[in-house]
């Protein structure tokens, strides 16, 4: 990670973000509340590839989004700075003592710290948030740890917006990330049977770390090289049994419900609403066509409450 050259002020917001939820917010805001008290600037140290995949390669998280995405929703969420740390076995052996010296020499002009209360840093994750507090303090950082954001009782966290996406409660999901979830791929060539049973597609290349449910979802579509327009659509992500026999890669296919754009462009960005069924193996493509019918009339309904 390369030195934050800035002189203005630095207000710096460490964490993974996965998902960048509305727990995650709240450690964002606290720092945008900050910069806004001295003009300084929103930065966001976060870490790719995620520990586990260094710490425990065997069982590492699948992530929620793409690295490219998580930036965007930092950036949306009030970060002017975001810089990775590469998350290696030299930088899990750092002695937690030494971490908040590290900052400072990441970051001259560092003013605060935010992190979540639950924040674990240095080798075995000794360090924690009480103890950058102190620590902090001894080198002139204002550390501020935010506590935990609850949802249903519970905290809320990636780990279980994962596994909400996982198991197809989209709902519960997009009510813990704030935002619908979300899917963005280059728009690739299919074998054209939904357009020959009249359910044309847009098929995406997007091979998430997390996949949802293999299932039907009422979703929205944007094509970002056309427009901020969101066409309502039906989706299906999955390995098509009907067609395949479910032996093929997980595809992303998406059959708007609206006259598509003229010219759409090469990528697609899709918002999930609803998981509408699972994926299924139908007896013909006659039957699935008609599946597809009721699929359509389903996300018709749930997309006009939104």
């Known amino acids: ?3 934050f050259n800035q002189t203005s002020p630095v207000h710096l917001a460490i964490g993974i973000f996965d998902g960048v939820h509305l727990g995650h917010r709240e450690i964002l805001g606290q720092a945008s509340r900050a910069s806004k008290e001295d003009g300084g600037l929103v930065a966001v ?3 790719w590839p995620h520990p586990s ?9 699948p992530m929620l989004y793409s690295r490219d995405l998580r ?30 010296e590290f900052l400072k020499n990441a ?35 204002d550390v ?8 249903g009782g519970e905290p809320l966290s990636s780990t279980r917006i994962r596994e909400a996406v996982a198991s197809g409660d989209i709902i519960a999901a997009n009510s813990m990330l704030g935002r619908p979830y979300r899917a963005v791929g280059q728009i690739m060539s299919g074998d054209s049977i939904g357009r020959e049973i009249g359910f044309p597609t847009f098929n995406l290349d997007w091979c998430p770390e997390l ?4 299932g039907v979802y009422a979703v929205k579509a944007l094509f970002p090289s056309f427009g901020s327009h969101s066409y309502a659509a039906v989706a299906n992500y999955g390995c098509r049994p009907t067609v395949t026999g479910g032996q093929a890669d997980p595809v992303l296919e998406v059959h708007l419900l609206e006259t598509p754009p003229e010219n759409p462009g090469d990528c697609i960005e899709v918002a999930f609403h609803h998981h509408i069924r699972p994926e299924q193996k139908f007896e013909s493509i006659e039957d699935l066509a008609k599946r597809i019918e009721m699929d359509v009339g389903i996300a018709k309904k749930l997309l006009a409450e939104i």
């Open 71 to 100: 930036t965007r929703f930092l950036a949306d969420a009030g970060a002017d700075e975001v810089m990775y740390q590469e998350f290696t076995k030299d930088f899990a052996s750092m002695e937690a003592e030494k971490f908040p």
């Open 107 to 141: 970051f001259p002009s560092l003013k605060t710290v935010s992190v979540g209360s639950g924040f674990r840093f240095g080798q075995d994750r000794r360090g924690d948030a009480a103890l950058l507090v102190e620590l902090g303090r001894g080198l002139g950082l």
């Open 45 to 47: 140290l976060t870490f």
């Open 144 to 151: 501020r740890p935010v506590s935990r954001v609850d949802q």
């Open 1 to 3: 990670m390369a030195i």
């Open 211 to 214: 996949q949802p449910r293999f």
């Open 53 to 61: 995949h260094v710490l425990r390669p065997d069982h590492p998280v």
